[in-house]
């Protein structure tokens, strides 16, 4: 956040402003997705960001035995990719960016 209040490029930048509906895998309900950020730019380039840990981005890898831990793992990792197909598909109506932020991007690990 500093880096945006710091950055002659960015314009404006808010948190969790914008409001994506998204069908849940889990439950084929509708729910509400907030990205973290919204981005906006001098060139008029808008971004919208979500941090996640890098694990969080990764389909976990079935074990011999289906833990507890695997299926939060799991319900986690597909819930997350339809937020994010649906933010992909509400940012290219709009012809803005969607982008994920991890702490490889953070912190270059």
Partial sequence: ????????DVVGWGSEEI????ISPMDNKMHRYF?????KKKNDEVILIEVKPYQQTQEPKVPQKRTRT??????????NQAKWKAAREYC???????QIITEKELYGK
Avoid: H
Avoid at 35 to 39: A, E, F, L, S
């Fill in 1 to 8: 956040m500093l880096f945006l209040d710091s950055n002659n």
């Fill in 19 to 22: 409001v994506i509906p998204y």
């Fill in 35 to 39: 990205p973290d950020m919204i981005v």
């Fill in 70 to 79: 695997f299926l939060n793992e799991a319900a986690t990792y597909l819930i």
């Fill in 92 to 98: 290219a109506d709009r012809k803005w960016t969607f």
